[in-house]
């Protein structure tokens, strides 16, 4: 089996500050995501990436920047960190489109 | 335009009882729905997955979720819940664009011992 290791576990950070969230699969998937997670609202998609230096925006991508380099890593940065922003942000990766997406553990953002 | 609305934010169920979390969805096409389970500190993990044929899927740890064509709905059941159930779920259909799911709010299970 494979794993999604998402780095750091926690953030914490400034308001105004550009912060940068990791994300490793060893899945070999060609498709990964990440995803925001607040309480109460479910998940909503930041970026998506279909390939090795693909990139697509999801639902919610303004004031966060994205990239995939390799097939193996997706990384997600808050351009200005804001305090309405403290929230889980979740990497997935799936083989193709909708089949079964694979989550890390998370990294939980904390803006001072 | 596609949607899934989980109406019960969250449930509270004894150790032993049964268990039915209600979901329905919106869909312009062929839905293909998913449960997913996200126990404390952790990411999500597939429960179940439906696309087509039986509309009663089974899925780990003796969940199973129905599909009704008639009542738009996929609501997923277990028999006996265990304390170990205690965990968010997820309702998640997928989108028109093939690489993108919608997720409902999830609904918070708490079993009580």
């Known amino acids: 089996g494979g794993i999604i290791t998402q780095t750091p576990k926690f953030l914490i950070g400034q308001e105004g500050q550009k912060l940068t969230l990791k994300c490793q699969q060893n899945f070999n998937h060609d498709t990964m995501y990440w995803y925001r997670q607040d309480s109460g609202k479910g998940l909503r998609l930041i970026y998506y990436s279909i390939t090795e230096n693909d990139l697509q925006k999801g639902d919610l991508s303004e004031g966060y920047d994205a990239s995939r380099e390799k097939k193996s890593s997706f990384s997600l940065t808050v351009t200005s960190a804001q305090k309405n922003e403290m929230a889980v942000f979740l990497c997935?990766?799936?083989?193709?489109?909708?089949?079964?997406?694979?989550f890390g553990s998370g990294t939980r953002l904390t803006v001072l | 335009a596609q949607s899934v609305t989980q109406p019960d934010a969250r449930v509270t169920v004894s150790e032993g009882a049964s268990l039915q979390l209600r979901c329905k969805y919106s869909s312009s096409g062929t839905p293909y729905l998913f449960w997913y389970v996200q126990y404390p500190r952790q990411g999500l993990q597939l429960l179940l997955k439906?696309?087509?044929?039986?509309?009663v899927v089974q899925g780990v740890n003796g969940f199973e979720a129905e599909f009704s064509k008639s009542n738009s709905s996929f609501h997923l059941r277990k028999a006996s819940v265990h304390w170990s159930d205690s965990a968010v779920y997820f309702c998640v259909l997928r989108d028109t664009n093939a690489y993108k799911v919608i997720f409902g709010k999830g609904t918070h299970l708490h079993v009580l011992p």
């Open positions: 997935a990766s799936s083989i193709s489109g909708s089949e079964t997406l694979y």
């Open positions: 439906y696309y087509s044929g039986d509309p």
